[in-house]
C-alpha cells in the first residue's frame, strides 16, 4: 500500500478519487462498512479509492491531559487498512495548522490538494473543522459548491449497541479481551520487531521470539492462541503460522516491570532479529501467573499449547 504522508504530498490524479475519512483506531467493522463503501464507488467509477486518516489521535493535541489512548500503533491500523483491500493511505499530521482550519475551509482544503476529489465517505457522527464546530450537515453543504458528494453512513451495531472505538477501549481495559473480536471483524494484530530475548524459552523445550512491541492501550497480560505472519516478504513466507504466546511481565522469573510479548510457534521456522512481523492474538487462554517451580510452568505451558492448538483448528474449520 502506498502511504502519503500529508495531504498536501498527494501526486496529481486524472482519475476520480473517493476517499473515507476518519481515525479509524481498530478499523473495526463500523469503519469496514465505510471503506468498502468507499471501495464499491471506486471500482464503479473506475476511479481510485483511498483513506484520509490522521496521526497523533486530535486529543494529543487538543487535550494532551486526557489524550485518548489508541487501540492500534499506526502501523498497524495501515496494515490492516491494506487487508481491507485499499491500495494507498494517506496520514494527516495532526498538528496545530491543520486543527485550525474552520470547517467552512475544509472541503476547499481537499479539493486544492486532491482536485479529482469525487465522493466523500464519513460515519453519521463526523466532526470537522476548528473546535469540532462542522457535522455532516454543514459538510455536505460545503461539498456541494465544489462538486463532491458526502456519504453519510450509519452506526453498525452488535448486540444492540453502537459498535465504536470508545467501546472496543472499554472492553480491553476491562480484560474482555475475546469479545472485541467480534466488534473489529478481524484478529486483534501486534505489529514489530523481533528482538533479542533471555533465552530462557529455549531451556525448557519452548522457544520464544520476542516482538519488540509497546501500545499505548495494552490488552490483558495472559496467553494468548496467536498466528503469525511476517510483514516483509524478502524476509519470510507469508504463509500465517500458528502459535501460544505470552504477554506480560514474567512474574514466575522476576525479570521486571515492562511487558514483552513471547510467541512460541508450533513449526519450527527462523527469523532474523529485526525481522517485522504481524502476530495476531486471536483467542485469550488465560491471565498470566507466576509458578512456584519451572516444572510447573512448563507443565502449563504444555497445557497451553494443546488448548492454543485446538482453538486455531476451530478458528480454520
Known amino acids: 500500500m502506498i502511504v502519503i504522508e500529508d495531504i498536501e504530498q498527494v501526486p ?11 481515525m479509524f483506531d481498530g478499523v473495526h467493522i463500523g469503519h469496514q462498512a465505510v471503506i468498502e463503501a468507499c471501495l464499491n464507488a471506486a471500482k ?21 491531559e486526557a489524550a485518548v489512548p489508541q487501540i492500534m500503533p499506526l502501523e498497524s491500523k495501515l496494515w490492516t487498512l491494506e487487508r481491507k483491500g485499499l491500495g494507498s493511505s494517506i496520514v494527516q499530521g495532526f498538528h496545530t495548522k491543520f486543527a ?6 475544509f472541503i476547499p482544503y481537499l479539493k486544492q490538494h486532491i482536485p479529482t476529489l469525487r465522493t466523500l465517505f464519513v460515519g453519521e457522527n463526523f466532526r470537522f473543522g ?56 478481524h484478529p486483534y494484530t501486534v505489529m514489530g520487531k523481533t528482538g533479542v530475548g533471555r533465552k530462557i524459552g529455549r531451556t525448557i523445550g519452548f522457544p520464544t521470539l ?25 524476509d519470510c513466507s ?10 506480560g ?29 504481524a502476530v495476531e492474538l486471536v483467542e485469550f487462554i488465560r491471565p498470566e501467573q507466576k509458578f512456584e517451580s519451572q516444572e510447573d510452568l512448563v507443565r502449563q505451558i504444555g497445557a497451553d499449547v494443546t488448548i492454543a492448538k485446538k482453538m486455531l483448528r476451530q478458528e480454520d474449520s
Not at 496529481?12 to 476518519?22: K, Q, R, T
Not at 485550525?100 to 475551509?105: D, N, Q, V
Not at 507469508?238 to 504477554?247: F, K, L, M, S
Open 12 to 22: 496529481s490524479l486524472d482519475i476520480p478519487v473517493h476517499l473515507a475519512i476518519g
Open 44 to 64: 464503479n467509477d473506475e476511479g481510485m479509492a483511498s483513506v484520509l486518516t490522521f496521526w497523533p489521535h486530535p486529543s494529543k493535541i487538543l487535550r494532551p
Open 100 to 105: 485550525g482550519l474552520e470547517a467552512h475551509e
Open 130 to 185: 476548528k473546535g469540532r464546530k462542522g457535522d455532516v450537515k454543514a459538510l455536505q453543504q460545503s461539498a456541494i459548491e465544489k462538486g463532491v458528494h458526502v456519504v453519510s453512513m450509519e452506526h453498525c451495531k452488535y448486540d444492540g449497541e453502537i459498535v465504536s472505538s470508545t467501546r472496543i477501549r472499554r472492553l480491553l481495559q476491562e480484560d474482555r479481551f475475546n469479545e472485541i473480536r467480534f466488534l473489529l471483524g
Open 210 to 234: 520476542n516482538i519488540d512491541w509497546s501500545p499505548e492501550l495494552k490488552p490483558p497480560y495472559g496467553v494468548y492462541a496467536v498466528r503469525l505472519i511476517c510483514h516483509e516478504k524478502r
Open 238 to 247: 507469508q504463509d500465517p503460522i500458528n502459535g501460544v504466546a505470552n504477554y
Open 249 to 277: 511481565i514474567r512474574p514466575t522469573y522476576d525479570v521486571g516491570d515492562e511487558p514483552v510479548l513471547e510467541v512460541h510457534l508450533f513449526k519450527s521456522f527462523e527469523l532474523d532479529y529485526g525481522a517485522q512481523v
